[in-house]
């Protein structure tokens, strides 16, 4: 039986054919205290690669931007990047194996009108600026978002897509399972 997921074309392939999977597809989702983003990826590769996974886009000023770097004689590592700075290694103090399924859990909290941003439980940044409007997108690969584009995708496969505006609960899920077969 396959793992499942969704395969993202990378740098082998031109710009124009690069994977992109926006949430939602069309027009913003908004949250007001809390959001969350949670996810399940591992590379397809094995060989050096840097590469945008996954993109909050919040307003239309800011992002909060999960990358993954692998590269050549050194360990691999996945970050979070807010608006162009890297605020936090996401596991820093262990080897991840991007050759097996890695889960990602980002929280965006507001706090006395500013954003902490934790990844697993863990406090990443604290206290960042927060855009004046709460409507978000979400997207994985590349994207043409206007003022966040780009095409640096990572060689990576997602699945199990978690969206929720609420702590604790799964608001939208995507499992990204090949469906059974009925016999």
């Known amino acids: 039986r396959s793992e499942g997921g969704l395969s993202f074309r990378s740098y082998e392939s031109v710009q124009d054919e690069r994977t992109s999977?926006?949430?939602?597809?069309?027009?913003?989702?908004?949250f007001d205290k809390y959001l969350s983003l949670a996810f399940d990826f591992k590379d397809r590769g094995g060989a050096d690669h840097f590469?945008?996974?996954?993109r909050i886009i919040i307003g239309s000023e800011t992002s909060v931007d999960v990358v993954m770097n692998n590269p050549v004689n050194q360990d691999p590592f996945i970050c979070i990047i807010k608006d162009g700075r890297l605020p936090s290694k996401i596991h820093p103090d262990k080897l991840i194996r991007l050759s097996e399924w890695n889960r990602v859990s980002i929280e965006l909290t507001v706090n006395d009108g500013l954003l902490d941003v934790s990844e697993n439980g863990q406090q990443v940044a604290s206290g960042?600026?927060?855009p004046g409007?709460?409507?978000?997108?979400?997207?994985?690969?590349?994207?043409?978002?206007?003022?966040f584009?780009?095409?640096?995708?990572?060689?990576?496969?997602?699945?199990?897509i978690?969206?929720?505006?609420?702590?604790?609960s799964g608001n939208y899920n995507w499992s990204l399972e090949y469906p059974s077969s009925s016999d």
């Open 21 to 30: 999977l926006v949430i939602p597809a069309e027009g913003k989702l908004r």
């Open 51 to 54: 590469g945008y996974i996954a």
């Open 128 to 130: 960042l600026s927060l």
């Open 133 to 147: 409007t709460r409507e978000y997108t979400v997207t994985f690969g590349a994207n043409h978002e206007l003022g």
């Open 149 to 160: 584009s780009t095409s640096d995708v990572a060689p990576f496969m997602v699945r199990n």
């Open 162 to 168: 978690s969206i929720s505006v609420s702590p604790g």
